[in-house]
C-alpha cells in the first residue's frame, strides 16, 4: 500500500477492519460517526479498486506478505 496514498483516518480503519471489527465498532473506536466509517471505507475501495470489506481485507493481507 506504499504506492496508494491513503489518509491517516483511512489507515486507521484499515488497521481496525483486520481485527475484524464491525463499522459501528471502528466509529466507536476513533469517536467518530457510522456514516464517516462507511466514507472511508468507500473512499479506500476507490483508491485501492475493491469492492468490499472481504476484497479489501484481501488486498491488504496479500500486500502485507509481500
Known sequence: MEDVHL???EEKVCKL???GLTN???ADHLFVSLHAIKKHLQNIYKKLGVTNRTSLLSFIMHKSLS
Do not use: D
Request: charged share 10%; hydrophobic share 20%; net charge negative.
Open 7 to 9: 489518509t491517516p483516518s
Open 17 to 19: 477492519l483486520q481485527t
Open 24 to 26: 459501528q465498532e471502528m
